[in-house]
């Protein structure tokens, strides 16, 4: 089955500054990566996802980029302000795998103001 | 506002009891996923249903099985509850999936704790 792993477990920025979570994945087969972002007790939220067939989609202050061949992709978060601190997941799915995304375990993201 | 939701929000249960969560999908989704949300865990993935038939299964124990009712509800059912069920139990709902993934919707949770 799919395997991803997310680094780093914990991110601590000040407000401002760009933030970069990375993840890779296992199964060359996965196609369709969304990222999630969860503040504390409440539901996470699709923030951005990318399909295998571009290298990078962006929507405002969030980016995210792909490399298929390596198989890995990051979640870019340029001037980050203290309403960005949460946990952000990133997932990977394919058709084969019925789209059921498996999770990376997580990044605390912590912007100081 | 997801449109999805979760009934109840709290739950604290004996260890060896049976607890039932519901969830309702957005309107118009079909299909209906379970998560578990553990600190050592992680978000796993238990099983999804689509228009009443279970189509995918997760890591989900013995101790639980799910349905999705005719209007389209769906119910968590876990038994024998362990300490380490202790968890926040979301629902996602999605359109059907075919051969293009579509976004789930995350309900608001039910945090179980079994005492």
């Known amino acids: 089955g799919e395997n991803v792993e997310q680094h780093p477990s914990t991110l601590s920025v000040q407000e401002g500054d760009s933030a970069v979570i990375k993840c890779t994945y296992s199964d060359s087969a996965s196609n369709y990566f969304p990222w999630y972002k969860q503040e504390l007790g409440k539901r996470p939220q699709l923030i951005i996802d990318i399909r295998s067939n571009v290298g990078e989609k962006k929507d405002q202050r969030i980016a995210v980029t792909l490399n298929k061949t390596a198989k890995h992709f990051s979640l870019h978060i340029t001037e980050t302000q203290p309403e960005d601190s949460a946990v952000y997941f990133c997932a990977a799915s394919s058709a084969g795998g019925s789209y059921i995304p498996t999770f990376g375990r997580g990044t605390s993201l912590i912007v100081h103001p | 506002d997801s449109g999805v939701t979760q009934t109840p929000k709290h739950l604290i249960t004996a260890t060896g009891q049976r607890v039932t969560l519901r969830c309702s999908p957005r309107s118009g989704d079909l299909s209906v996923y379970w998560y578990q949300q553990s600190l050592d865990q992680g978000l796993q993935f238990l099983i999804q249903y689509y228009n009443g038939e279970e189509r995918a299964k997760g890591n989900i124990l013995e101790r639980f099985s799910a349905q999705q009712f005719p209007d389209l509800h769906s119910e968590l059912n876990l038994s024998s509850l362990e300490l380490g069920d202790s968890a926040l139990y979301f629902c996602?709902?999605?359109?059907?999936?075919?051969?293009?993934?579509?976004?789930?919707?995350f309900g608001p949770g039910t945090r179980l704790t079994v005492t």
């Open positions: 996602a709902s999605s359109v059907a999936p075919t051969v293009v993934a579509y976004e789930q919707y």
